[in-house]
Each structure stands twice: as structure tokens, then as C-alpha cells.
């Protein structure tokens, strides 16, 4: 297939490209690099740098089988305090794009959603079928989009799949996380291990959990692109399908960071903070709708893999 | 307080603007007659026409307390076929305002939200912490809509408050239900009333209700207007309140157009048609919230009063 990925450039973006191309499809990179690393794009991609809402009708245009929509502002705490930065850049954007390929007959959208969508869950492991209270402008921005693209493909046609996850993590091949504001646990703590940051903060030990530190969920982004890849085959027309994408269980930030101690041979000094206003005690995802009816599941769920493929990234990026 | 009511032309709009203007309040009507009526607009409220796409800042820069926001597109059937036209013409434009009174200062916000957000509901009555799981794209837009005023309420100190109800009837004074494409139970029963339809079709009699017909809920549209004058008063710097509003018990296809038949006098001849697609058995909202934050309660209940003045204005339009 001929497919476009929107913020292709970026983490989760520039990883779905390259398996994409391993796979033997074409692949057409569209990004702005507003946040995104134009070495991120994977050889054998075309790239096309700009903004969705200038070019994207000029690029579909061209004729595709789907797009791949990544393209996203994606800080939570962002959004907060500038929620305009959302509801343009994520939902009119969003709106933009569906406009185009209605317009020019693109049959196909993967789109990446977020467990955010659901906020603070009632039940763990988080269904489908659970209710969406999304407790940030960023997860209401991508469940305002997903309420568009069902819109648009009971109107119109479109074959659609949301996919939605919350930790991404390791890399794929030369590829791993570079975020210019940096919030993710892992790369954080492997921050600490290269004394980039002096201690890592752990926001509360008295969670009712096992260890008593918050429990998340982590996915392998090569994982992660394997999903994007089987919703692409499986999307099919006039239907917008969801699926949550986790790794069972869960891992808590003690848990975490012990594993990083392991693969990294440092010390890591952590830090009890007072727990975040906010915080849920636990967020992982079922998966059991995408292992059912996409044939999906994590091949590298163990914490220790994905420790390490991130840790190797990053020592790589140290030494370049 | 100096008032910019949007949609000002249209049914619940005029009639809002009618009840401020009661009240003391100073209002400006900003409509684009797309579906209002320039004759509704009422004695005393200063009429701009425009769309808020072009104008709003301009209109804005003149400094409001607050706004009322019932501009919209509404109509259920045809969000499903044309989505762009509620995605644009109800999320983007509202995206709009909200920029605008943030840019400008205006400090309140009331919006005519709808309990078409909450789809299907699991339990009747419908609360505020109900889930949202609109099952059109009206409801869709404007869950999206009050998700935007969630965040920048939080965001920018905005007091705003969302009003949620189902079916609006009634008249205020000269001013009632005039839809270019009618889709409401009582004023297409009145028609048949007067001739201009053959008869009225219900929907299924097979329901899990006492008469076996659907149940829905109606609210007089000057108990409306009086819960969107209440909202205004409660109105908090930084919070959005949601509230829904409905009559109690809500009542059946039966019981309204029995209601219509005694207040017109006319035979009304009714037709038993299959159920609809989507179409829930009970729909009725649950106004606690209302009756205890704001002091709200529905002095108009009565079905018969509700029908009459709905009836009164139908017929004086008849002989105008």
C-alpha cells in the first residue's frame, strides 16, 4: 500500500514508518518538525516537511491507500495552561485532514488515540467499553478527533482504527524517544543513569498498590507499530473500530526503576515526592479486544527488553 | 449585565434573549438567520447579523459580561450524513468564541448543551456523572464543545456553565417553535392538528414502558430560560458546572399526543410505525443538580400547559 504518516518524524511516528517500509509498503513522511527530528525519518520514506493544515490536500492529492495520522501536540501539562494549543493543533488539524482525504477518496486512517481518553479509570485492566472522562485537554482533544473519524466513516465510508495506549517505550533499531521536554519515566531514569539528572522523584509510596508506587503500562514501540499495522489490514469500510493496546499487568515505578538500575550497572538515587493531584494508582489497558479481533500481542513485554533497547538508544545518542 | 446572546434568533435563543431582557439585562442578539428568524429577535435587544466566524472578535471588542451561546447546528439526521457541517459549524466556530472572549475579556459563558451528549443511557434518570456516549454527531460536536469550555475554564478562569436538556417546547409570549425541517413530536402533532400533516407516526408501541410508546422528556421553554438566568448568576471564575435539566418523569408518545388532542380539539389520527434504529426507550433527565446548586425547578411541568402555549402560538402564526 501507498501510505502517508503524519508525524512521521517523530518517536512512535518514525518507528511505524520504518516497519512500514520493512513490511514492503510505500511510505510518504509528512512533519512540520515542530517537535519531530528529520534524521528520525526512516531511509527508503519520501519526506515531505510541513504543516497539515497548509499542505495536506496538495499530498493526498497524489493518490494513497491510508494514512497513518501520528502528527500530535502531545504534553499533557501543555495542555493544561494552553488547552487553544490542543483544541487547533490536535482536533481542527484532525478536522483538516478528514476533509482531505473525503475529498480525495483516501480509503484507509490508523489513527493514534490515547488511553487518556478515559481518565481516571473505574475498573483496571480499562476496556473499550469504558467510560470516556478525560481529565486533560490532551486526552479531550484525541477523543474529540475519535468522535470525528466515527462520524466520518458512518458518513462517508472511511475504514478507521484508533489505537489507544499510554507508555511507549524502547526503540527499534536506531531508532528511540527524543522529546525536547522530556516526561516519560524511562527515559528519565536512564537520564539519571548517564548523570544527566542528579535523582530521579518517585510522587508517592503509599499507593494501594503492591510496592506502594503508581502502576503503568508500557508497550514496546516496535509492538506498537506491529498494531498499527494489523488495524491497517483489518480496517474496513464505514467502520471506525477501537482498541486499547497494553502489556497485561503493568509495571510499578519501583519496578521500573530497579529494572533500569539492572540494565545500566547504575545506581540511580531516587528521591519520595508527595503524591501528583491527578495521579491514578493504576492505568493499564486490556488488550483482549486486539488480541481477539486484530491477532495483536506484545512479543517484547518484558520490562527488561525494553529497558534495554531504550538504554542502548540512548548510550548511542550519547556517543554520537 | 451587558449580554451577547449567539443563535439570539432561533426558538430557544429569542426566547433566552426575551427573559434578559425581562430581567434588566442589556442584550445584543448575534445570528446569521441561517435558521432564526430576524422577526424573533425581541423588543429591546440589539440585532447584529453575522456569522461568528467573521464577526465575533468585533462584536467582542466592545466589552460583554457574558455570552449565551445557542448558535448551532441541530438537527440530528442530518449531522449523521453531512459530519463536516457540526465538526465545523459547531466545534470550530465555538473554538472561535472561546478565543475570542478570552482575547476580549468576557468574563461568563452559558451554553446550550445537550443530553444527546450522554447516547444511550444505562441508567434513567440521566445524572451529570452519567458517561458520554453521544450516538450522533450532534451530540458528538457538542460534547466536544463542552469538553473545550472544561479547559479553558481551567485554563484562562473563564465561569462557565453548560446546560444539558432534551426536547425544548412551549411558547414565551408571541415567540415559539418555527424549524424550516421540523423534527419535534409536539409541533409535528400540532400540524396534524391543523390539517397540514395526514396523521403522526409512532414509533413503535412494543417499548418496556407503561404504554408501550417512548418516553421522552420536555421542558416549557421559559423554565429554560429561567435555569439559563440562574447559571449566569452562578457562574464561577475557573469552574464549568454542567447541569441538566429536565421535568421529572418525563412523558410518553401517547400521553402528548392524547395532551394535544384534548387542548386542540381535534381528532389527530396517529399511525403505529416499526421502531427506529437508535432510538432508546426512556430518555429523561435527572435535574437534581439544578434544583440544588441553582435553585432551579420547572414551574411549567404540566404537559397541558406546555401543549397549550405551544398550541396558541401555532395558531396565531395560522392567522397571521
Not at 474529540?144 to 526503540?171: E, K, M, Q, W
Request: charged letters at 20%; proline letters at 4%.
Amino acid at each position: 500500500m501507498k501510505l502517508l504518516v503524519t508525524g512521521g518524524a517523530g518517536y512512535v511516528g518514525s518507528v511505524n514508518a520504518a516497519r512500514l517500509i520493512e513490511s514492503g509498503h510505500e511510505v510518504v513522511v509528512l512533519d512540520d518538525l515542530s517537535t519531530g527530528h528529520a534524521d528520525a525519518v526512516p531511509d527508503g520514506a519520501r519526506f515531505v516537511r510541513g504543516d497539515i493544515d497548509d499542505v495536506i490536500g496538495t499530498v493526498l492529492a497524489e493518490g494513497f491507500d491510508g494514512v497513518l495520522h501520528f502528527a500530535a501536540k502531545s504534553l499533557v501539562g501543555e495542555s493544561m495552561v494552553d488547552p487553544a494549543k490542543y483544541w487547533q493543533g490536535n482536533v481542527v488539524t484532525s478536522l483538516r485532514l478528514l476533509d482531505a482525504m473525503r475529498e480525495h477518496g483516501t480509503p484507509r486512517l490508523v489513527f493514534s488515540s490515547t488511553a487518556a481518553t478515559y481518565g481516571e479509570p473505574e475498573e483496571v485492566p480499562i476496556s473499550e467499553t469504558a467510560p470516556t472522562r478525560p481529565t486533560n485537554t490532551y486526552g479531550a482533544s484525541k477523543l474529540a478527533i475519535d468522535h470525528a473519524i466515527t462520524s466520518y466513516a458512518a458518513a462517508h465510508g472511511l475504514a478507521a482504527v484508533s489505537l489507544r495506549y499510554f507508555n511507549v517505550a524502547g526503540a527499534h533499531g536506531s531508532i528511540g524517544e527524543r522529546h525536547a521536554v522530556e516526561t516519560h519515566l524511562i527515559p528519565l531514569v536512564l537520564q539519571v543513569a548517564l548523570g544527566q539528572r542528579e535523582q530521579i522523584q518517585i510522587f508517592g509510596e503509599d499507593w494501594p498498590t503492591e510496592d506502594g508506587t503508581c502502576v503503568r503500562d508500557y508497550i514496546h514501540v516496535t509492538d506498537l507499530a506491529d498494531a498499527h499495522l494489523l488495524a491497517l489490514e483489518h480496517a474496513t469500510a464505514g467502520e471506525h473500530r477501537i482498541y486499547n493496546l497494553g502489556n497485561g499487568t503493568g509495571f510499578s515505578v519501583k519496578q521500573v526503576i530497579d529494572t533500569c538500575r539492572e540494565v545500566t550497572g547504575h545506581a540511580i538515587p531516587a528521591a519520595i515526592a508527595p503524591r501528583r493531584a491527578g495521579d491514578p494508582a493504576v492505568l493499564v489497558a486490556s488488550s483482549e479486544r486486539a488480541r481477539t479481533e486484530l491477532g495483536w500481542k506484545p512479543e517484547r513485554a518484558d520490562l527488561t527488553g525494553i529497558v534495554r533497547d531504550a538504554w542502548e538508544f540512548t548510550r548511542s545518542r550519547q556517543e554520537a
